[in-house]
């Protein structure tokens, strides 16, 4: 199998790709520590271009694949992708009429980098492929056990 990519917008004009390339504690089993992967980001968008290792979490793909495929059948509404140290988050809207827009802020360091903000927009039929890819990525670094449960204070 290759590696899972998520490509938001065209390759062909602006893009941004997320590609998830090792987990960042392959010896931790739990939930917090065992679901960091280690993801190239690569982004063309306009003048500007770039790539970054950002450390993302499993679970913030499964979240923003479960959230696309909703926005898949209604065709209304918003889901995110927003990673926990602030690397990357995605801002999927629709119009309601098949329209998507994207608004993206890329980190190039956890919490306090250098920031790109750009936007893609597309339609509908990109979506099946965008979900075939989240997909992927599940299957190639599925979550791994299950947030704790909180204790009351």
């Not at 490509?7 to 679901?35: E, F, M």
Request: hydrophobic share 35%; aromatic share 10%; charged share 25%.
């Amino acid at each position: 199998m290759s590696d899972p990519s998520l490509v938001i917008g065209s390759i062909n004009s602006k893009w941004l790709r997320i590609t998830p390339l090792q987990r960042a504690h392959p010896q931790c089993s739990d939930y917090w520590d065992g679901n960091w992967v280690n993801s190239s980001v690569e982004i063309s968008v306009g003048a500007f271009t770039g790539k970054y290792i950002a450390c993302l979490r499993t679970d913030e793909f499964r979240t923003f694949r479960i959230g696309l495929e909703r926005l898949y059948q209604t065709l209304d509404g918003k889901t995110a992708f927003a990673s926990m140290e602030d690397w990357l988050a995605i801002e999927i809207a629709s119009d309601g009429l098949g329209h998507f827009q994207a608004k993206c802020t890329l980190r190039d360091a956890a919490g306090i980098g250098n920031t790109l903000k750009c936007e893609f927009k597309f339609d509908q039929t990109e979506l099946p492929c965008m979900l075939r890819s989240l997909r992927s990525i599940d299957e190639a670094f599925p979550v791994i056990g299950e947030l704790p449960e909180q204790r009351p204070t």
